[in-house]
Nanobody
Framework: QEQPQESGGGLVQAGGSLRLSCIVS????????MGWFRQAPGKEREFVAG????????KYGDSVKGRFFISRDYTTNAVHVQMNNLTPEDTAVYYC?????????????WGQGTQVTVSS
């Protein structure tokens, strides 16, 4: 199974926004759902956002609710997450993956991720 390809990370000031993108294989798109995760230095990887293909329902981690929004581009094999009102606590490597929507856990291979750094 091909690895996802994440992009869009960078350095941003607190209060700013970033839009991350994830290109996945057509095979991965046949999975139940896609999600975004992040891992900060010294911390475990955590669930950020997920999007169900069948229902178009979205779910978010508590720390990003109301600030992050996941979407899918139906014309391409891309999944995005719009991140607004960023804080230094959002600094992490962000990854996308196919997920089990109800359990919010990853079921595919991990990509390289994209680094997001938020300065205070």
């Amino acid at each position: 199974q091909e690895q996802p390809q994440e992009s869009g990370g960078g350095l941003v000031q607190a209060g700013g926004s970033l839009r991350l993108s994830c290109i996945v294989s057509a095979r991965t798109l046949h999975s139940e759902a896609m999600g975004w995760f992040r891992q900060a230095p010294g911390k475990e990887r955590e669930f950020v956002a997920g999007l169900s293909w069948s229902t178009a329902n979205a779910k978010y981690g508590d720390s990003v609710k109301g600030r992050f929004f996941i979407s899918r581009d139906y014309t391409t094999n891309a999944v995005h997450v719009q991140m607004n009102n960023l804080t230094p606590e959002d600094t992490a490597v962000y990854y996308c993956n196919a997920i089990n929507y109800n359990g919010a856990f990853a079921i595919g291979p991990w990509g390289q991720g994209t680094q997001v750094t938020v300065s205070s």
